[in-house]
């Protein structure tokens, strides 16, 4: 993710939440020394399916948990499950030393239920559902459709819960700049921008993140991930026009007759004199209304710069080239059956995009600019998958390169294979992805073994942490790393029949929403307990902060960040809102050197973008298809 500016510290809040016809038992998230009693339960907020095994977690001290035993009770308060907490999986900080995993799997009957510890010790869990997989999951994908939907740019905008106004208008005729120039660490230009005199319409789209940038690095990150579960889960309600929203914006990136790909819409970090995105907080649609002149410091919030990938004919970052073509040819795929004249097009347009990657002497990849707000070190990936698509739309609508671009993408793989950068999936690195799809065409021995690895190790991590968690929480983006191993699981599966990590993706998918130390869902409206403050514009200066009226609903956000990584969470711009819906204090579930922080200032684990949330629905889609 790109560095944002920090936002404001922000008030606590105690959400209490009744138990039910069951009885009168409280759950609470703390405020400050008047929190919950010394052992919290942990839950999968979003549900689990039905056969799956079911994990959930009581944390809190050695001598409280030692005689405990659990209960599960339906909505009428009737147990229907009981048993007894199995052995430590380690301490997680000072003051819950113990954490114990609870075993659920035995329940499979469809409703709603919540946990209960009973014995030496009396807590009680949120609510959580059981259902089948595919209504499960399908109900969580949607969810994600709400997010792109409050994302999008433009005229032709979803007002929604946030009460979305078209915005940007002038982007339909935006003047195109030459390549701008930062100093290392991409906060500040170091040369004057230059306009080349040329005007582009790139309306449209959608918002990068908490902010209104528009990169073809994520978005078609994010476009590529939607039709992929699109292809595996077609019923999604607004599923397949969101998808043709992101991929319409990619089609506008795309100048087939000079050949140009533009990289971004917006000026990421000006200098002293000329603010960029991230020095004005507002709504969108105040940009239109803005009457910035030449030399006012608003100017380029005002009329938006566009910056192009690549000099007109001339070679494409491969990164980009590979990851524009795939969503082009997934585009092709599925139009094939149904508009054969109109996949050919996607199919050539695909074609040309690919075919002007620089594969020879690629520098410094471009992604965005400044380039460090999402730094790349890999690009064979993105060929495999450009290739690999280009091969299987090609296969449908029986062109002859079929079996070439096929040859092409086990030569990528295996230039993948031997880079010295392998990764697991994200906005980074989509071998999953190009792999999963490769292995359709035939069987490869190596390209399976890689999306092996990319679990394994997952799992490997998993096994020492107490939550059983399969990323690096003291870094950026656990969030969507975690969905990303929950999404490669499923394609995993699917491609080579092996359901050895099954278990493991529905407790990575049960991490991120909610079954983790802080027992907060990461994903805005999904269970109990989940983000009110996110570090989003329109969030925070639409909606509600009350935590009861319109929400961001199926952002995901990056999640817990490295203690350190938040030293700033308490500055703001001064148009901000101070948020009193969220913003709990939760410190006292802070452990492992990991922080969570829910205000909106704390960039570092509450701004959703759109990559995280392409992510997770995707891990929802193809879980729904092979749970």
């Known amino acids: 993710m790109s560095p944002r500016l920090p936002r404001p510290r922000v008030l606590a809040l105690a959400l209490v939440l009744c138990l039910g016809a069951g009885g009168a038992a409280w759950y609470a998230l703390p405020e400050h020394d008047n929190g919950p009693g010394p052992v919290a339960i942990r839950v999968d907020q979003g549900g689990y399916a039905g056969a799956e095994p079911k994990t959930a977690f009581a944390m ?13 009770v339906d909505e009428a308060g009737r147990a229907v499950l009981d048993g007894a907490p199995g052995p430590s999986t380690g301490a997680w900080n000072r003051a819950y030393d113990t954490v114990r995993p609870l075993d659920l799997s035995a329940l499979s009957k469809p409703g709603t239920y919540r946990l209960r510890l009973t014995g030496s010790v009396d807590a009680v869990s949120p609510r959580f559902t059981v259902a089948p997989a595919g209504r499960l999951m399908q109900n969580l994908a949607a969810d994600n459709v709400r997010f792109f939907q409050a994302q999008r740019d433009g005229a032709d905008i979803v007002p929604g819960e946030l009460g979305r106004k078209p915005s940007h208008l002038a982007d339909r005729s935006a003047q195109v700049y030459a390549t701008p120039h930062y100093n290392d660490d991409g906060t500040r230009l170091t040369a004057p921008l230059r306009r080349t005199g040329q005007s582009v319409d790139v309306s449209g789209g959608w918002f990068d993140a908490g902010d209104y940038l528009k990169f073809t690095h994520t978005a078609s990150y994010a476009t590529d991930e939607l039709l992929l579960a699109q292809r595996a889960l077609p019923d999604t309600p607004g599923l397949a026009a969101e998808a043709r929203h992101g991929l319409s914006w990619l089609d506008k990136m795309w100048d087939g007759r000079t050949r140009t790909l533009y990289a971004q819409v917006g000026l990421g970090a000006g200098d002293k004199k000329l603010h960029g995105d991230h020095d004005v907080w507002r709504l969108p649609e105040a940009d239109d209304a803005r009457q910035a002149q030449d030399g006012d410091a608003d100017q380029l919030v005002a009329l938006r710069p566009v910056f192009r990938a690549n000099q007109p004919g001339a070679p494409i970052s491969p990164n980009l080239a590979g990851r524009v073509a795939a969503a082009f040819a997934l585009a092709a795929q599925i139009d094939a059956a149904r508009d054969p004249a109109g996949a050919r097009q996607w199919l ?16 410094r990849l471009v ?9 790349e070190e890999s690009w064979q990936d993105d060929m495999e998958f450009g290739a690999v698509e280009l091969a299987l739309a090609a296969q449908q609508l029986r062109d002859g390169r079929a079996e070439q671009w096929h040859t092409q993408a086990g030569t990528w793989a295996r230039a993948y294979l031997s880079s010295g950068n392998p990764g697991t999936l994200d906005v980074s690195d989509v071998s999953a992805l190009a792999h999963a799809d490769l292995l359709r065409l035939g069987p490869s021995a190596a390209v399976a073994a890689d999306l092996r690895r990319q679990l394994a190790d997952g799992e490997r991590r998993a096994m020492k942490d107490p939550f059983r968690a399969g990323a690096v929480y003291t870094d950026f983006d656990a969030v969507p790393h975690t969905f990303g191993l929950v999404a490669t699981a499923a394609l995993y599966a699917k491609a080579t029949g092996d359901h050895h990590f099954d278990a493991f993706a529905a407790q990575q998918r049960g991490w991120a929403l909610g079954a983790n130390a802080w027992g907060t869902s990461f994903m805005i409206g999904t269970g109990e307990v989940f983000p009110h403050c996110p570090a989003h514009q329109v969030a925070n200066l639409a909606g509600s902060l009350t935590g009861r009226g319109a929400l961001l609903r199926g952002a995901v956000v990056n999640g817990p960040n490295g203690a350190k990584k938040l030293s700033g969470d308490d500055e703001t711009l001064e148009a901000t809102r101070a948020c009193a819906a969220g913003g709990a204090e939760w410190k006292r579930f ?16 509450v701004e959703p973008a759109d990559d995280f949330g392409s992510t997770a629905l995707l891990a929802f889609a193809l879980s729904g298809t092979t749970a």
């Open 60 to 72: 809190g001290p050695r001598d409280k948990l030692a005689g405990a035993h659990f209960e599960v």
């Open 367 to 375: 992604t965005t600019f400044p380039h460090a707000f999402y730094s």
């Open 590 to 605: 802070d452990g492992k050197g990991a922080r969570y922080v829910d205000q909106v200032g704390a960039w570092q684990t």
């Open 348 to 363: 050539d347009k695909a074609a040309a995009v690919y075919g002007q990657a620089d594969t020879h002497h690629p520098r």
